[in-house]
């Protein structure tokens, strides 16, 4: 059986790991728990040595987000298997079973997140993964059980094995292997969508990303930024440029950005009839700041041979503001 180690990057969230710390410690049999620090001032520290001497702390000697938090870390981690875990997350008895059977019976897969319900609604999925992420043909991501801010009540829909095409970084399980092998997380992203990043690479490089609905967990969200923060907002919008410019050959890459850019520009609109200015103002600042590092971006390009695998032929803008399609299985057919 491989080693598995389930690591929580932590930042001043004390509050959280008293919170969800039981679960993962009652659940997780023989993995081995981390808490990677991120430069925390609050007793974050001093609690997990007081109530948890077993749990082994991974101290990072700045904040570098998820992504370099993350990459700073996994260095000194050398079990097989890594379960990236975010400290707002309760989990189930069980839960690592099905993942850990799934990756020793199918080394191809490289990449795999579990279930993911809402903490708060525990009939419903959860924002921040769902059911398995997707991109659609401009590349905006989206979830089986999540369109934008719509979630879909679990009714057994998702309880399947399947491939999918990003993981999310809330429970992503990721051979040490493949982490290395991919240099992990692109710090320029310090947070959100580094995930989606790192999947398209690891699959442009032949691993498969998949999700395992017989693992269920539970997640707060919203703990480091919320849905509809504008710092979100600006992260998101800029990151998701970022990997389009990345990952895809030059001749599908530049018509999509060209398209992406000009769809951008509606949803800033958008905000701003809404009312919601401060999230025009990102969406103007993700973009200022694409163009700064687009240079940067190029560099990263490597060779690769992208197979199609957005799985929506259309534009999900389209689909959910024009056709009110509000459910994955109504807008994909497999």
Request: proline fraction near 6%.
């Given at each position: 059986?491989?080693?598995?180690?389930?690591?929580?990057?932590?930042?001043n969230g004390q509050h959280l790991l008293e919170r969800f710390l039981p679960s993962v410690v009652s659940h997780s049999g023989d993995a081995v728990i981390y808490v990677a620090d991120n430069a925390s001032d609050d007793d974050s520290i001093g609690f997990l040595e007081r109530e948890y001497p077993t749990i082994r702390v991974l101290r990072n000697p700045v904040n570098g987000g998820f992504a370099s938090g993350y990459n700073m870390a996994l260095q000194g981690v050398e079990e097989s298997v890594y379960c990236l875990l975010n400290s707002d997350v309760e989990v189930t008895p069980g839960w690592?079973?099905?993942?850990?059977?799934?990756?020793?019976?199918?080394?191809?897969?490289?990449?795999?997140?579990?279930?993911?319900?809402?903490?708060?609604?525990?009939?419903?999925?959860?924002?921040?993964?769902?059911?398995?992420?997707?991109?659609?043909?401009?590349?905006?991501?989206?979830?089986?059980?999540?369109?934008?801010?719509?979630?879909?009540?679990?009714?057994?829909?998702?309880?399947d094995t399947r491939e999918i095409f990003w993981a999310t970084g809330a429970c992503m399980f990721i051979?040490?292997?493949?982490?290395?092998?991919?240099?992990?997380?692109?710090a320029d992203y310090f947070a959100h969508q580094e995930e989606v990043d790192l999947c398209w690479r690891a699959q442009n490089k032949g691993y498969k990303v998949y999700y395992c609905g017989k693992s269920e967990i539970y997640h707060?969200?919203?703990?480091?930024?919320?849905?509809?923060?504008?710092?979100?907002?600006?992260?998101?919008?800029?990151?998701s440029l970022f990997?389009?410019?990345?990952?895809?050959?030059?001749k599908k890459a530049f018509p999509i950005i060209l398209a992406r850019l000009l769809l951008d520009g509606v949803a800033a609109l958008r905000f701003l009839?809404?009312?919601?200015?401060?999230?025009?103002?990102?969406?103007?600042?993700?973009?200022?700041?694409?163009?700064?590092?687009?240079?940067?971006?190029?560099?990263?390009r490597e060779k690769v041979h992208f197979v199609q695998k957005y799985h929506a032929a259309t534009s999900i803008v389209w689909s959910y503001y024009v056709n009110q399609v509000k459910d994955f299985n109504n807008l994909v057919k497999d």
């Open positions: 059986m491989q080693s598995l180690a389930v690591v929580i990057l932590n930042w690592l079973d099905p993942v850990r059977e799934l990756l020793e019976n199918h080394p191809e897969i490289g990449v795999v997140q579990p279930k993911i319900k809402d903490l708060l609604r525990p009939g419903y999925f959860e924002y921040a993964g769902a059911a398995g992420g997707f991109l659609d043909l401009f590349g905006y991501p989206f979830c089986r059980g999540r369109i934008f801010q719509s979630l879909e009540q679990d009714r057994g829909q998702y309880d051979r040490k292997s493949v982490f290395r092998d991919l240099q992990g997380f692109d707060l969200g919203g703990s480091t930024l919320s849905n509809m923060n504008p710092r979100k907002t600006y992260l998101n919008f800029r990151n990997s389009i410019t990345k990952n895809l050959p030059r009839l809404q009312w919601k200015g401060r999230h025009t103002w990102a969406i103007l600042r993700a973009h200022a700041s694409y163009y700064r590092q687009f240079p940067r971006m190029i560099r990263k």
